[in-house]
């Protein structure tokens, strides 16, 4: 019996979700009293995993896997649990890794629970606990197969440092066919993803229209944040669907969320709500959106924001 | 070409979230049903398949007769035919191996499911059926094109966008952007009536056990009050969450 933690990278490096489910995998292993290994695919600079415990790093290096398909990984991850006698397998809620993870559970028969957001209550019957219902609700849900993935939010066990000294190992797995190729990737350059992000600065209708977003730019980059929005502003095309977050968008699960001319419908509060602190900005103050705040701030978006970066640039 | 669009009934996005018999149920006393809104979008670029591919069209739930009228409400859209799998939905695990099964029988080309539910939200139905049927498979999907038994199409991934090729069977995970907002279509009384002819057809369930268990939900707690502040005195905001919160 072991834990596995899919630790996933990207031009050679590994990504702060990878350092948050390995932390997640070494207090599990910790308290099933296993060990914890884990699967690096071409990443070749492992050392770095290091500090938060694996007792064992596998390292896969294969050109085939040069790109990710999320048949050829899950069928990779399958192998490495076969071969290790792995029970269960962590992954971070990135969206390669929610791809790949739902692919493997199928291959694999194992139960899978996403959006598990603590340690497991207990480990025999195995349950933990995960939002549901777009963040209205928790529920505590068992998993009742021999083999189990769980993928964990981001941001909601934290990522802590706790040294080991791992061996890595080379190991091989065979390839598998796939008709399916990657033509082209289109990356937009240099911003912060949603998925990655620890602050986000999201806006509204408010804002009026799109070439009022120069502002919301600057906060985000002052604060080394990923920019969002409400879905309206992506239906009229201010803004791409990339950035429209809530119950039918993208979830938030960031440290700091802040709203700005943004009224906080239901369905937008429910992508939301499981950021942990809100500061909200709008110049109404009876906006929905201040009952579901930590700090809230009304007054005139087109006066509050360019204060904020001032004040925040002269720190 | 025939396409198979998995549709999960959910609650309306506006519903209050409440429990039952001791917080272990969901509570759907007043709660109005609708199909997912991520399966809308597949399910309108199902029917867009329809003209220019030729394709016929079938939705299929796993669920109790209650989900009915959410088909029915399919078909009024423009599916040809639709299909209850009889059992209630356990687990993302019992519905995607439901599905398998029904799909050993009669082959599909495409698979079109939501990216993920609103209710639930495991994300993992359309995965689970792709890994258990070792199809290929896009989720977060928002471009599709089919031409004979090729797929081209695009997924949402971190900060980009990926294009890829392969070729049929496939399972999509739909979301907003494989046909936009406003061009969901929305059902008219013609639709309505016709919806009406089309077949319906209940099947039996494999009896499939679950392997995952909701044993109890709870609500968040309730939120502290909000702290105000005031417009002009945004040094103290930007003090409370460099000092209290820690969070810049
Ligand atoms: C099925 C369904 C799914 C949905 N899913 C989502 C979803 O996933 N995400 C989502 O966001 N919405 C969703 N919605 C839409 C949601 O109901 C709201 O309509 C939407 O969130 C409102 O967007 P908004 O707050 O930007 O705009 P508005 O509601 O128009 O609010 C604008 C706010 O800006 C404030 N404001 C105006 N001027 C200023 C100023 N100068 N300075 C500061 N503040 C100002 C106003 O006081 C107001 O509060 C969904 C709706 C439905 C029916
Ligand atoms: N009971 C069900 N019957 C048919 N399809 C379903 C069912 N539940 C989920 N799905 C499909 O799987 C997608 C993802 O659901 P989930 O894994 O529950 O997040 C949904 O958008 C549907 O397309």
Redesign the interface.
Known sequence: MSVLVYTES?NNKFKKSSFEALSYGKALADKMEVKVFAVVINCSDTESLNAYGPDKILKIESQDLDE?S??KY?HAIADVMKSENANIVVLSS???S??????????T???????VVELPESINPF?VKR???????????????ETKIISITSNSFGVIENSNDPQAENIDIKSID???????????SG?V?I??A??VVSAGRGLKGPENWGMIETLAET?GAATACSKPVS?MGWRP??E?VG???KPVSS??YIAIGISGA??HL?GI?SS??K??INNDPEAPF???????????AF??VP??IE??KA? | MNILVCISNV?D??SK?N?VENDSK?DTNGIQFVIN??DEFGLTKAVWLKDSNNATVTVLTVGEQSAEATLRKCLAIGADKAIRIDCPAND??SV?KEIESHCKQIQYDLIICGRES?????????????????Y??V??C?NLEIEGSKA?FS?????????????LPLVVGSQ??LV???DLIIPNMRGIMMARQKPLDVIQSQGI????????????DA??E??????DE??K??D??ENE?K??
């Open positions: 990207e990710f999320s048949k899950a990135t969206p390669d929610k791809y790949l993870g739902a692919h493997l559970s199928g291959l028969d194992s139960s899978f629970v996403s959006n349950t939002t549901c219902f777009t963040n209205k609700a928790f529920s505590l849900t068992e998993l009742i197969s796939s008709n399916q190729k990657i033509l082209n990737i289109e990356k937009e911003s993803t998925a990655d620890e602050i604060l239906d669907h990339s429209h119950q039918t968008g440290n700091l239901i369905q429910a709500n942990k602190v500061v909200v201040f009952k579901a705040a930590d700090y809230g701030v009304v007054g005139d006066e509050v204060s904020l004040k925040l720190r | 609650p996005t506006t979230i429990f969901f809104p991520n993302a695990y995607a609103i209710d639930y939200n495991g994300g993992l139905v359309p995965g689970l059926i792709a890994g258990l049927l070792d290929n498979f989720t977060n928002v081209t997924r949402e991934m971190s900060g980009g966008t990926e294009i890829s090729e392969c070729q907003k952007g936009e907002e406003s056990n679950a392997k995952t268990h909701d044993i109890k939900f709870n609500k968040p939120k502290s909000v702290k105000i502040i005031k417009a945004l040094d905001l930007i409370l969450l919160a969070v810049i």
